[in-house]
């Protein structure tokens, strides 16, 4: 286990509650240096998500990014949950403060130093791929062999070939530069059933059917205050769903775990892009401040905005 204190926790919530756009320096020595732990342990990794965006579009890191992404396969490279524990401590040993959540789809193993985080998810295999928040299906082969690039002054690995990857992850115009508000591009593309197994859809559809009270709820309040009767409710590889009379929107939640979600009603949308949703518990949605487009670079979307009842 990973020790943790008040302190290391703070800091790592102000990174998604608070995010602040990297300074390209220091994560570039953040990221060498995660690079050289992982190297001496053995570890084989590459860059996921925006860092790998911002590597294969750009060769830089993207500039209103907030955090790195690296990732692996757990049962690939010899990569076991065990060590994926005992990695999390050698980090700890060199200043960084770990925070490891697992759930069915991937170890997330949260790395903190310097102020900046670096994301390492472990993916678990299912039905023979692996799933990347916040519900992006992945195959396999795009693992087996990473590909080699060059990034601050560096080699580092990238799924093979990065064009697939980043655009199952990020859509067909994933090489044009969308800025933030791109996750609402990313959540809208996942199924409804994605982040579900066989034995979670049947367990989803006795919920939602027979044992209402089985499932977990959302009350949708608008900017005056008031209970919103028709929202529309998605919550990413899950299901989407409309609040009732009462402003209540119900969703089965299969397991504790990080999901985005997207809240709908007249002249209204937010994309809550990380939000910890355990199984049979009841929230509130307050919409966020109305913010500029220099704002919202700044600050990215809302993440842990919801409020358990």
């Not at 472990?122 to 693992?143: M, N, Q, S, Y």
């Not at 530069?177 to 006795?206: C, H, T, Y």
């Amino acid at each position: 286990m990973v020790e943790s204190n008040e302190a290391d926790e703070a800091a790592y919530d102000k990174t998604i509650v608070s995010p602040t756009p990297l300074d390209p320096i220091i994560a570039a020595e953040t990221l060498r240096e995660v690079k050289r732990i992982f190297d001496d342990q053995g570890i084989v990794f590459w860059l996921g998500s925006g860092t790998c965006l911002g590597c294969i579009r750009e060769n830089r890191f993207i500039p209103w990014d907030d955090e790195m992404d690296t990732a692996s396969v757990i049962g690939m490279h010899d990569l076991d949950e065990k060590t994926v524990y005992r990695i999390a401590n050698v980090f700890k040993e060199h200043g960084f403060y770990p925070r490891i959540r697992n759930n069915t789809r991937y170890m997330h193993v949260g790395l903190i130093k310097n102020g900046i985080r670096t994301d390492w998810t472990c993916h678990h295999i299912i039905d023979g791929g692996a799933v990347e928040f916040p519900g992006v299906k992945l195959p396999l082969h795009i693992f087996t062999q990473p590909m080699e690039v060059e990034f601050i002054g560096q080699k580092f690995l990238v799924p093979n070939p990065p064009e697939e990857y980043l655009e199952l992850k990020y859509g067909p115009e994933w090489r044009t530069p969308k800025g933030p508000g791109f996750e609402s591009d990313v959540v809208m593309q996942i199924g409804l059933s994605d982040n579900l197994s066989r034995w979670d859809k049947f367990q989803r559809a006795l919920s939602m059917g027979m044992f209402p009270r089985a499932t977990s709820g959302v009350k949708i309040f608008d900017r005056d205050g008031q209970l919103v009767s028709g929202a529309e409710v998605t919550v990413a590889g899950l299901g989407r769903s409309k609040t009732d009379k009462y402003g209540v929107a119900r969703f089965y939640v299969p397991n504790e775990a990080t999901y985005a979600m997207v809240i709908r009603y007249e002249g209204h949308q937010e994309v809550l892009y990380e939000e910890w949703l355990t199984p049979n518990t009841n929230y509130t949605y307050r919409p966020g401040p109305i913010v500029t487009p220099e704002q919202h670079y700044k600050a990215g979307v809302r993440a842990m905005a919801l409020s358990r009842e």
